[in-house]
């Protein structure tokens, strides 16, 4: 296309935050400024898609499928877990038995028993990004559901006795299917799934215990920017890395990235990013899809 690749994601990331930053509401000539720029960032993105060019020096193409990326893998996850709960509305048992119908989805597609769905397979990981990845979401369905007003359980030492309950039980099929497929981020396995679902559990109940029920919420201000404007936080490290790319700055790709010396630049990333997104807030730009 005539520039590099991560001019490429720089441009389209500002198409992305013309289109959906959160204008402020107004009248007079600004309100006609911010569809300008509205237009001018929907305009940007259709020329970047026009314009892309992928694969290698000898086989050029265009956009085509590929691996879903974090943000469809999150999108399908999702899309499962709401498909669950609208479908079974009010019903946490029915949803404890999807997680486990999930977990068989996955157990399913590895064996060679959905081979029935076909092209379907060229297109989606049926087991990992439906089957594993949807049962951690609709795990945290049965969580949520126990703080819903219309819940049985009001007190919040019952939702913290339960959630835990929850937690347990995750850990148990997690342990208990641990030798079929081992524990694999990567390949979304029964066991990580449901580890990470039960870690979920512990954490939220610990969190509701911290911050509900004993008030104590002052620590967590400095990751209160990153709770008001979570999109703009999540694609600002890539934003980051596609500018130093442009700034041909190769530094952090070759130092500090193992060990504790990349836990530390990790950890102190994390918390620049999240500086970042304090200040983008305060000029007003919010991203809402």
């Given at each position: 296309?005539?520039?590099?690749?991560h001019?490429?994601?720089?441009?389209?990331?500002?198409g992305?935050?013309?289109?959906?930053n959160?204008?402020?509401?107004?009248?007079?000539?600004?309100?006609?400024?911010?569809r300008?720029?509205?237009?001018?960032?929907?305009a940007?993105?259709?020329?970047?898609?026009?314009?892309?060019?992928?694969?290698?020096?000898?086989?050029?193409?265009w956009?085509?499928?590929?691996?879903?990326?974090?943000?469809?893998?999150?999108?399908?996850?999702?899309?499962?877990?709401?498909?669950?709960?609208?479908?079974?509305?009010?019903?946490?048992a029915?949803?404890?038995?999807?997680?486990?119908?999930?977990?068989?989805?996955?157990?399913?597609?590895?064996?060679?028993?959905?081979?029935?769905?076909g092209?379907?397979?060229?297109?989606?990981?049926?087991?990992?990004?439906?089957?594993?990845?949807?049962?951690?979401?609709?795990?945290?369905?049965?969580?949520g559901?126990?703080?819903l007003?219309a819940?049985?359980v009001?007190?919040?030492n019952g939702?913290?006795?339960?959630?835990?309950v929850?937690?347990?039980?995750?850990?148990?099929?997690?342990?208990?299917?641990?030798?079929?497929?081992g524990?694999?981020?990567?390949?979304?396995?029964p066991?990580?799934?449901?580890?990470?679902?039960?870690?979920?559990?512990?954490?939220?109940a610990?969190?509701?215990?911290?911050v509900?029920?004993k008030?104590?919420?002052?620590?967590?201000?400095?990751?209160?920017?990153?709770?008001?404007?979570p999109?703009?936080?999540?694609?600002?490290?890539?934003?980051?890395?596609?500018?130093?790319?442009?700034?041909?700055v190769?530094?952090?790709?070759?130092?500090?990235?193992?060990?504790?010396?990349?836990?530390?630049?990790?950890?102190?990333?994390?918390?620049?990013?999240?500086a970042?997104?304090?200040?983008l807030?305060?000029?007003?730009?919010?991203l809402?899809?």
């Open positions: 296309v005539g520039i590099s690749k001019a490429w994601v720089l441009l389209m990331f500002l992305v935050i013309l289109t959906w959160a204008y402020p509401r107004t009248a007079g000539p600004v309100r006609w400024l911010f300008g720029l509205r237009l001018a960032g929907i940007l993105l259709v020329v970047l898609a026009v314009v892309y060019r992928g694969g290698n020096g000898e086989q050029v193409t956009m085509r499928t590929s691996w879903w990326g974090i943000l469809g893998l999150i999108g399908w996850a999702y899309l499962i877990a709401s498909a669950s709960y609208l479908a079974f509305r009010g019903q946490a029915v949803q404890v038995g999807m997680v486990a119908l999930l977990t068989a989805v996955f157990i399913g597609d590895k064996s060679g028993a959905l081979g029935f769905l092209i379907l397979h060229q297109y989606v990981n049926v087991g990992g990004h439906w089957g594993g990845h949807g049962s951690i979401t609709v795990a945290g369905v049965v969580l559901m126990m703080f007003p819940s049985p009001r007190l919040g939702r913290i006795r339960w959630s835990l929850l937690g347990i039980g995750l850990l148990a099929g997690g342990f208990l299917l641990r030798p079929l497929y524990i694999s981020k990567q390949e979304a396995t066991a990580w799934c449901l580890y990470c679902a039960a870690i979920c559990c512990f954490t939220f610990f969190l509701y215990w911290l509900d029920v008030a104590i919420r002052r620590w967590s201000f400095f990751l209160r920017p990153a709770g008001a404007d999109l703009l936080a999540y694609i600002l490290p890539s934003i980051v890395h596609a500018g130093l790319g442009v700034l041909g190769q530094y952090l790709n070759t130092h500090f990235n193992n060990g504790l010396q990349g836990i530390i630049r990790s950890v102190v990333f994390a918390l620049a990013i999240v970042i997104t304090d200040v807030y305060r000029l007003r730009i919010r809402r899809l």
